[in-house]
């Protein structure tokens, strides 16, 4: 069993930037899959980005170039850099892990972006 544990979250001015971080409980291996979700109210939760076995990434083209994934594997986290962000990157965050045919979510966090 995994528990991931996210943090980070927060309001924030547009332009601005968050990080937000994401522990899993367990060791990660090579083969998982870490990602971020996010859902906004009324929509479909999405991926926003993702990072497999030798740091291979991925983004979904809203937040190219905004947003940055990394992992610290020694610590068992996953990491979002967020930056210049806007108010359609308001939404709730969730950290996933993925594992085979296995699935973990963390519990979400809030970010809104708001003047």
């Known amino acids: 069993q995994v528990q991931l544990v996210e943090s980070g979250g927060g309001l924030v001015q547009p332009g601005g930037s968050l990080r937000l971080s994401c522990a899993a409980s367990g060791r990660i291996f090579s083969i998982d899959v870490m990602g971020w979700y996010r859902q906004a109210p009324g929509k479909q939760r999405e991926l926003v980005a993702a990072i497999r076995s030798g740091s291979m990434t991925t983004y979904t083209d809203s937040v190219k170039g905004r947003f940055t994934i990394s992992k610290d594997n020694a610590k068992n986290t996953v990491y979002l850099q967020m930056s210049s962000l806007k108010p359609e990157d308001t939404a709730v965050y969730y950290c996933?892990?993925?594992?085979?045919?296995?699935?973990?979510w963390g519990q979400g966090t809030q970010v809104t972006v708001s003047s």
């Open positions: 996933n892990l993925g594992r085979g045919r296995l699935d973990y």
